[in-house]
């Protein structure tokens, strides 16, 4: 795909991975809608993209608002006359054994991390179904594909997402409308720190990490060059062929490189 001109709606954009897809976006001349709770933030980060050149435009939302998702999406196309890009990237973790997942924190981190996908589905595929081309980018994590200890509720989640992604993309099949999925690994952003603010839980990872730009730079070409699944760390992709020939083993190998609580 081209990118230039093109116009992108991001869930997520006030930080993370979320706001680096935007920059790199951005940079390629794509005009970006920057989605999320903290309007500060997101114009700050707006602003920034304006002064290097760019084009942004923000919406404080809640993804877990249906219509707060509507309003992004329509946001493009009266900024910048259509939608070609959607992505879907807003979530959090959660850390804990199941016992100690309350209700309402699975209920809410339900409600963000697929709902806020699903929301962000049902508006962005009338439009794309109208022009017979768009591309939904859905951002899951690697615990979607194979769950670790501690993050059951989380891995729940994520794995919803995944079962969506494929269901859409075999509707899709054939058309100019591309769904993908992203399965990053441990990656620094303030996606832990989110977890110590309204939880407590500070988490580390114990396993590989990985830069947001890395995996801003593989969103980035899943853009130029549409394809199902962006695994940003390669090697975590053998993790997902690993636990379908050997669960097992896999589940033994996943204990060892999985989160760790530091403060309880
Ligand atoms: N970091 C990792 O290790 C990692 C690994 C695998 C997958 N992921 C996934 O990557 C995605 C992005 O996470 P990140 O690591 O970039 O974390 P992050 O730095 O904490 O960013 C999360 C973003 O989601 C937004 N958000 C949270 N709740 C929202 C809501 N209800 N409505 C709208 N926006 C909301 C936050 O903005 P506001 O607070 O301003 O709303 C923020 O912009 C998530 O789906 C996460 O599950 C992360």
Redo the contacts with the bound molecule.
């Keep these: 795909m081209d990118l230039h001109g093109r116009v992108a709606a991001i869930?997520?954009?006030?930080?993370?991975?979320?706001?680096a897809t935007a920059r790199h976006l951005a940079r390629e001349g794509v005009a970006v809608v920057l989605?999320?709770?903290?309007a500060d933030?997101l114009e700050s980060a707006a602003q920034s993209i304006r002064e290097a050149g760019g084009r942004a435009e923000t919406v404080a939302?809640?993804?877990?608002i249906e219509s707060d998702v509507t309003g992004l999406v329509a946001r493009a196309e009266t900024a910048f006359g259509g939608l070609d890009i959607m992505i879907c990237?807003?979530?959090?973790?959660f850390y804990g054994t199941v016992e100690d997942t309350p209700g309402d924190t699975m209920r809410r981190m339900m409600d963000?991390?697929f709902m806020?996908t699903f929301y962000g589905a049902r508006a962005a595929l009338p439009i794309f179904r109208a022009r017979g081309q768009g591309h939904l980018i859905v951002?899951?994590?690697?615990v979607g594909q194979r769950g670790i200890a501690q993050m059951s509720a989380y891995g729940a989640t994520?794995a919803a997402q995944v079962g969506f992604v494929e269901a859409l993309r075999t509707e899709f099949v054939g058309t100019g409308i591309h769904v993908s999925v992203v399965y990053?690994?441990?990656?620094e952003?303030?996606?832990r720190s989110?977890m110590e603010r309204d939880y407590g839980h500070s988490v580390s990872?114990l396993g590989p990490r990985q830069s947001?730009d890395h995996v801003a730079r593989a969103i980035l070409e899943c853009v130029r060059k549409p394809r199902p699944e962006v695994y940003p760390h390669g090697p975590s992709r053998a993790l997902a062929v690993l636990n379908a020939v050997a669960p097992a083993f896999a589940d033994k190998l996943v204990k060892k490189y999985g989160r760790r609580r530091e403060i309880t």
């Design positions: 869930t997520g954009a006030s930080a993370g991975i979320g706001l989605g999320a709770r903290r933030r939302m809640d993804v877990t990237n807003a979530g959090f973790g963000v991390n806020g951002v899951s994590s690697i994520k990053p690994i441990s990656t952003t303030e996606f989110a990872g947001v």
